[in-house]
């Protein structure tokens, strides 16, 4: 059983910058691929970034490259989403879920077993 709680959500304005963090609880994260997912209201759930089991691997949507990065400290049990340049199209509850013993980064929901409750991102233009 692995559980994951969000933080570092807030209110930024357009251009600025946040850093969320995932703090996981249980064994498997440390094997396990990680990722961040963002949902707006009245929108579905969408893939933001994901990474493998030891950090080396990473995959981004599109509509994130070169703002967003996703890294992971396995002593510490935590992964990080730093983002950079946000946009108003940005805001959403972000998630972040973990694969539970499978290594490699994907990009379909499907695929994570874990799940947090989210915080909440919102930039104002």
Do not use: H
């Amino acid at each position: 059983q692995v559980q994951l709680v969000e933080s570092g959500g807030g209110l930024v304005q357009a251009g600025g910058s946040l850093r969320l963090s995932c703090a996981a609880s249980g064994r498997t994260f440390s094997s396990s691929a990680m990722g961040w997912f963002r949902q707006a209201p009245g929108k579905e759930r969408e893939f933001v970034a994901a990474i493998n089991w030891a950090g080396d691997s990473t995959v981004y949507a599109d509509s994130v490259k070169g703002r967003f990065t996703i890294s992971r400290d396995n002593a510490e049990n935590t992964a990080y989403l730093k983002m950079n340049s946000l946009k108003p199209e940005d805001t959403a509850n972000y998630y972040c879920a973990v694969r539970g013993g499978f290594g490699f980064a994907v990009r379909g929901s499907e695929n994570y077993k874990y799940w947090g409750r989210g915080t909440q991102v919102t930039v104002s233009s």
